[in-house]
């Protein structure tokens, strides 16, 4: 597949995933954090499924494949947004966006070396530093690490950095079943599998979900829940599987040195937030990261140097 043509499936992700912060925020404003993903990721994978049998994607999986596939499920959607959530309600967003944002990348390059998807590159972990740096800047003003030494804020970033490292797991893990049974066919097993696992989750600790089962939402709530269906899930999720297989863990997740910037960038334009020039530094560390990241491997003198030959990158 074309270099361009992957390179502007990133540059929709970036977009579209730096816009359903909003999205979520919107939503889980009124409806039970946990009842909102569900939802989500079920009505998603639902739809995902179809379009795959559609496509005559229907190989059946070998015993080996099911529990990856499982295993991936769980690791990717319910072990992720569920300790996410739920860690976000003792942790400030601000240093809650800046510890999965910048662990998520880092989390990515070091699963695929380990599992042989990735090789060593010193240009790469390189740009990965400067992104870290960038989103620290950008969420600098939103920072508070205030009243973390103890109790449940701590446990709420445990839960939060898990979150991270468990979606790079999965990421990683994914990508063979990518390969051999479609894109679209794993977008949706995997995000009903999660998202069914999540609602059972939700109806079992979050307080109201059961009630917003059946409890007309807010046209806000609903809005929000369509962007993320449509645009999140059904665009988004599926870019990024797709990217997964053809550039490798570590390029597809440098978009989360990019969708903050979208995200930061939207809040000051239309919800009037600070527009602090330290965030405008950030953006910038943030872009340039990406693009190393991206074109890493077309730098061969400097790339090479620093690798090491701990796995195939295709």
């Known amino acids: 597949m074309s270099s361009t043509r992957n390179l502007l499936k990133f540059v929709v992700l970036c977009f579209v995933w730096g816009l359903t912060w909003i999205a979520v925020k919107i939503g889980v404003e009124t409806v039970p954090p946990m009842m909102f993903a569900a939802t989500r990721f079920m009505v998603a994978g639902a739809i995902f499924i ?3 049998w559609a496509r005559g994607q229907r190989e059946a999986f070998s015993q080996e494949d099911k529990t990856r596939l499982l295993i991936v499920s769980l690791l990717m959607i319910a072990l992720c947004y ?3 959530f739920w860690g976000m309600q003792f942790v400030p967003s601000g240093t809650a966006a800046v510890l999965e944002m910048s662990l998520t990348p880092l989390a990515l390059l070091a699963f695929g070396i380990v599992l042989g998807e990735e090789q060593w590159n010193g240009l790469r972990a390189f740009a990965m530093l400067l992104g870290v740096g960038g989103l620290g800047l950008l969420f600098a003003p939103s920072i508070d690490l205030t009243g973390l030494e103890k109790g449940l804020p701590m446990i709420g970033l445990i839960a939060i950095a898990w979150a991270a490292i468990s ?3 999965g990421s990683v893990l994914a990508k ?3 390969s051999n049974y479609g894109s679209a066919r794993l977008s949706g097993l ?4 999660g998202g069914s696992v999540l609602l059972i989750a939700s109806l079992s600790i979050e307080p109201r979900s059961a009630e917003s089962l059946i409890t007309p939402w807010e046209w806000q709530a609903v809005a929000g829940w369509l962007f993320l269906v449509i645009f999140g899930s059904l665009l988004g ?3 990024y ?3 997964l297989r053809d550039i490798g863990p570590a390029k597809a997740g440098s978009f989360a040195f990019v969708s903050p910037a979208i995200a930061v960038s939207v809040g000051v334009v239309f919800a009037n937030e600070p527009a602090e020039p330290q965030r405008f530094i950030g953006m910038a560390l943030m872009i340039i990261a990406a693009a190393i990241c991206l074109s890493a491997d077309r730098l061969p003198r400097l790339s090479k140097g620093g690798a090491i030959g701990l796995g195939r990158h295709r």
């Open 190 to 193: 995997t995000t009903l599998m």
């Open 241 to 243: 599987m797709q990217l």
């Open 82 to 84: 569920g300790p996410l």
């Open 237 to 239: 999720y599926s870019i």
């Open 176 to 178: 063979p079943l990518i």
């Open 50 to 52: 179809a379009l795959a």
């Open 167 to 169: 979606s790079a797991w």
